[in-house]
């Protein structure tokens, strides 16, 4: 027996919160009754109807995405821009985990499990993204050592896990820089570099936890394997 607002999350119906708002204004019946009430109780065995509909297990889905340049990290856009889920042919509901600005490319999970996507996203759990980041400018020593000391984004102080300088370009006046981070703030590191006094030109992120592109090109995915997914969900801190 489970929550209902979580049973309904893994029907693929809607997300947790939004089951937990259908539950609230009694959208939802089980075996018959109306439940407004979010501690209940249930399993895929009852009938579950959610504003009429039948609800049943969803069977899970997870992708690794190269995202490129000028696309929407969303399910839709209000302005017909390219969106992630465009790429897919699935007919789950599927949703691309965390953010990745407009401009930035590089790897994102999507899947329609929403525990996976809490897993990544929650700090608590510290899973490791890795960006590489070219920065208008040659950053020195001082600047990344400022970085490893930590920045206060938002009132709160960011320890980036590494920050390495991967080469400088004297001619174009430029320096490429990996930086790995575990929070997932908005802009985080385009924000952090801009604090010891950096623009970033581009931002590419090549690592989730375990996880890389290898050879997929940009706005090419690849399903993960059971090892990869069960791997994931043993990093839940
Ligand atoms: N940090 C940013 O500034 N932008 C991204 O897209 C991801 C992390």
Do not use: W
Not at 88 to 103: E, H, M, Q, T
């Amino acid at each position: 027996m489970e929550r209902l607002q979580k049973i309904i999350a893994k029907s693929g119906y809607a997300s947790r919160r939004k089951a937990e708002e259908l539950i609230k204004s009694g959208k939802v019946m089980v075996n018959g009754k109306i439940v407004t009430e979010l501690g209940t109780k249930a399993s895929f065995s009852d009938d579950i109807l959610v504003e009429g509909k039948k609800i049943e297990k969803e069977e899970k889905e997870y992708y690794i995405f190269n995202k490129p340049r000028g696309v929407i990290t969303s399910t839709k856009d209000e302005k017909g821009r390219c969106v992630v889920t465009d790429y897919f042919a699935s007919n789950k509901r599927l949703y691309p985990v965390g953010r990745l600005d407009y401009d930035t490319t590089g790897l994102l999970i999507v899947t329609n499990d929403g525990e996976l996507s809490n897993l990544i996203t929650n700090p608590k759990n510290e899973i490791e993204k890795v960006y590489v980041a070219k920065l208008e400018g040659i950053i020195k020593g001082i600047e990344i050592n400022k970085l490893k000391k930590g920045i206060v984004l938002d009132g709160i102080k960011c320890i980036p896990k590494r920050v390495k300088l991967k080469s400088y370009d004297k001619k174009s006046n430029s320096s490429i820089v990996e930086i790995t981070i575990t929070e997932g703030k908005n802009h985080e590191v385009k924000r952090l570099f801009e604090k010891v006094g950096f623009k970033v030109s581009k931002l590419k992120r090549e690592k989730i936890a375990f996880l890389t592109l290898s050879n997929l090109q940009p706005g090419e995915y690849r399903k993960l394997n059971r090892k990869e997914v069960k791997h994931l969900f043993s990093l839940i801190k």
